[in-house]
């Protein structure tokens, strides 16, 4: 069944020209300028979804009590959309995310968006602010749809019985500002990010509130990034702030199964499907911090790295612990990461075949 929604287009008066736009994509940095418009859907229970509206990207004015203020109950997605060398303007896999989406609703009692409303707000407000796509090599308009409680009540007895869903487009340039060098990370053993029965496998803003005092710390003992680890040992890998993790042992590469602790991650799930393409052997397992230590040491381990929609394929460098440190590899991108990157920015952006139907034309 296909759910398409009418959506009421009101266009910004105030659209910045094109002169003012190109300043900005001359160095977007990530996540610090918006476009001109926004995506908003209001959902009422006993009536659900409605006014679905393009309008100028603004403040919202909400009431103090609205329950996202007080309770969190708040969900995101993130994706690009990419330009391609010929000019077309692309999404990697937005259905994926819209699952996922769905996904986090449930564990957040929050009413579902059904598939297509949600790919549909996608390519309305990136057809509207097209011009914003950057062309510059590498960068691309970053998406972000959320979902947000609106009741205006404290009662907790019940989950809110009013939500507004978003989008709102960012265009960015790379995560890291050192382009693709390795980073430095902290393993957190004082800090837990999730647990069983926990939200750790949704892509909720409570996830994240969590996080920002064990990524201080990581800064402090000066590294990049945090790497969470399990909540009973804080001896097996999970993932980290924004990334998940993985493993290269020679062809074969390992990344943490999905306990429902950690992001199920696009890029993740992308990597497992293209790596035995590329003559490797893909693994989902378990990983513990010594492990990841003497394999490193023993040169069993040659490679680390982070991947996700921001962060696309990044080279973990070293670790730092409380009580431990240790290189990975030579300190530059390693090969197969490298190779790993490029295959999948490749499919992104249209100079590799996408032979599973993952770009989506905008
Ligand atoms: N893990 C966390 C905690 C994240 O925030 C992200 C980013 O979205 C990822 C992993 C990677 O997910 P994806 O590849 O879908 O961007
Ligand atoms: C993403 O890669 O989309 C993320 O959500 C990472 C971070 C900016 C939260």
């Known amino acids: 069944m296909t759910t398409q929604l009418s959506f009421d287009v009101q266009l910004n008066p105030r659209a910045r020209s094109a002169g003012e736009r190109e300043e900005v994509l001359a160095n977007p940095g990530f996540g610090q300028f918006f476009t001109d418009h926004m995506i908003s859907i209001d959902w009422t229970e006993g009536r659900g979804w409605h006014d679905a509206r393009l309008q100028p990207y603004g403040p919202l004015v909400l009431d103090p009590a609205t329950s996202v203020f007080h309770y969190a109950q708040e969900l995101f997605e993130g994706l690009k959309a990419y330009r391609q060398s010929g000019g077309s303007i692309v999404a990697f896999r937005p259905h994926a995310n819209a699952a996922r989406f769905n996904r986090s609703a449930a564990r957040m009692a929050m009413p579902?968006?059904?598939?297509?409303?949600?790919?549909?707000?996608?390519?309305?407000?990136?057809?509207?602010?097209?011009?914003?796509?950057?062309?510059?090599?590498?960068?691309?308009?970053?998406?972000?749809?959320?979902?947000?409680?609106?009741?205006?009540?404290?009662?907790?007895?019940?989950?809110?019985?009013?939500?507004?869903?978003?989008?709102i487009a960012s265009p960015a340039a790379s995560y890291f500002s050192g382009g693709v060098k390795p980073v430095s990370v902290w393993l957190?053993?004082?800090?837990?990010?999730?647990?069983?029965?926990?939200?750790?496998?949704?892509?909720?803003?409570?996830?994240?509130?969590?996080?920002?005092?064990?990524?201080r710390q990581a800064v402090q003992?000066?590294?990049?990034?945090?790497?969470?680890?399990?909540?009973?040992?804080?001896?097996?890998?999970?993932?980290?702030?924004?990334?998940?993790?993985?493993?290269?042992?020679?062809?074969?590469?390992?990344?943490?199964?999905?306990?429902?602790?950690?992001?199920?991650?696009?890029?993740?799930?992308?990597?497992?499907?293209?790596?035995?393409?590329?003559?490797?052997?893909?693994e989902e397992g378990k990983i513990s911090i010594e492990d990841w230590q003497s394999a490193c040491e023993s040169g069993e381990l040659t490679e680390v790295f982070a991947c996700g929609t921001a962060a696309v394929v990044t080279p973990v460098g070293s670790v730092k612990g409380a009580d431990r440190g240790w290189a990975v590899g030579d300190g530059t991108p390693g090969p197969v990461t490298m190779r790993i990157r490029e295959e999948l920015v490749g499919i992104q952006y249209g100079s590799r075949p996408d032979t599973r139907d993952w770009i989506h034309k905008i």
């Open 112 to 167: 579902e968006l059904p598939e297509d409303a949600f790919v549909q707000s996608l390519e309305l407000l990136v057809q509207t602010d097209r011009e914003w796509v950057p062309t510059t090599d590498g960068h691309s308009l970053y998406l972000r749809p959320f979902m947000i409680a609106t009741q205006a009540a404290l009662g907790v007895n019940h989950p809110s019985r009013t939500y507004k869903y978003m989008v």
């Open 188 to 215: 957190s053993t004082e800090f837990t990010r999730a647990a069983p029965g926990g939200t750790g496998f949704a892509k909720c803003g409570g996830n994240y509130a969590a996080a920002f005092v064990a990524q």
């Open 221 to 282: 003992e000066g590294c990049d990034q945090v790497v969470w680890l399990d909540a009973f040992e804080h001896r097996w890998v999970e993932e980290m702030g924004g990334m998940n993790l993985f493993f290269v042992f020679g062809d074969r590469l390992v990344t943490p199964t999905l306990t429902g602790t950690l992001l199920p991650g696009i890029t993740r799930d992308s990597i497992l499907s293209i790596a035995a393409e590329l003559g490797l052997r893909p």
